[in-house]
Nanobody
Framework: VQLQASGGGLVQAGGSLRLSCAAS????????MGWHRQAPGKQRELVAA???????MYADSAKGRFTISRDNGKNTVYLQMNSLKPEDTAVYYC?????????WGQGTLVTVSS
């Protein structure tokens, strides 16, 4: 399984970005795809995740500002990030959990300037 993330970049505070992550390879119908982030000097943390059923979960820091969605036919997960803050600056990683190992994408950098 491979995950290819894209969509990071530099944005001013209050702006928006949309991240995408496409999974390829042996993808099972039952899985959960999500986004995590890691800021410099901090541990990686969950931002949002969505089951193939559509059930979503969010970190408190993401609620009300970020929206996760997915296209099961394309094995792709998205993260729409609005009202971005400087503290959202981090490398964002997508992952997929299903039967067998967990897989991670390469990460995409999001930088929010004040």
């Amino acid at each position: 399984v491979q995950l290819q993330a894209s969509g990071g970049g530099l944005v001013q505070a209050g702006g928006s970005l949309r991240l995408s992550c496409a999974a390829s390879g042996r993808i099972f119908s039952t899985n959960v795809m999500g986004w995590h982030r890691q800021a410099p000097g901090k541990q990686r943390e969950l931002v949002a995740a969505m089951f193939n059923s559509g059930r979503a979960m969010y970190a408190d820091s993401a609620k009300g500002r970020f929206t996760i969605s997915r296209d099961n036919g394309k094995n792709t997960v998205y993260l729409q990030m609005n009202s971005l803050k400087p503290e959202d600056t981090a490398v964002y990683y997508c992952n997929i959990r299903q039967q067998g190992p967990e897989y991670w994408g390469q990460g995409t950098l999001v930088t929010v300037s004040s």
